[in-house]
């Protein structure tokens, strides 16, 4: 998402129990360099209502991430009531490759979590839990997403 982009927007919630949301990947930017953030607490209405506040500002989002399957349905019905184009004028990428991204019009960007070994992970650190095997410290994992580009994104020249 960082072909060019000055000013990146992003929908979604804050992270649980981290009390902040979490930059999406592959964005540059802050708070004071170009990453804009409204809350749309999840919800297709309120991501429509905070992407809809978001596309007058000046200088406009270069691009939006949304942080979830129903918000991105909120920016995107946003985007084509206000009279823009995805990606023309607004470029948008969603998280998980969810079975319907495609059926968007643009077919949509996505970041893929790698879903399967996430939960594999889980069940294998609870199963060392509960056979008293597991390490007394916490167990970290890392697992690296996978970027579809589709049509709803395109780099800025």
Do not use: H
């Amino acid at each position: 998402m960082d072909g060019g982009r000055s000013e990146t927007g992003w929908e979604g919630r804050p992270s649980p129990g981290a009390g902040r949301p979490v930059a999406p990947p592959r964005v540059r930017g802050s708070s004071a360099g170009g990453l804009s953030r409204r809350a749309g607490a999840g919800r297709d209405d309120a991501a429509y209502d905070a992407t809809a506040a978001l596309l007058p500002r000046r200088p406009r989002p270069t691009a939006i991430f949304s942080t979830s399957n129903l918000t991105t349905i909120g920016v995107m019905r946003a985007i084509a009531d206000q009279g823009f184009r995805c990606p023309k004028d607004v470029p948008v990428a969603g998280i998980d490759d969810f079975e319907w991204s495609t059926a968007f019009s643009p077919r949509l960007t996505t970041v893929v979590q790698p879903v399967k070994e996430i939960g594999l992970k889980a069940v294998a650190c609870l199963l060392a839990r509960l056979d008293g095997t597991s390490p007394a410290e916490p167990v970290r994992a890392l697992f690296a997403p996978q970027l579809v580009v589709r049509d709803s994104c395109r780099v800025i020249g």
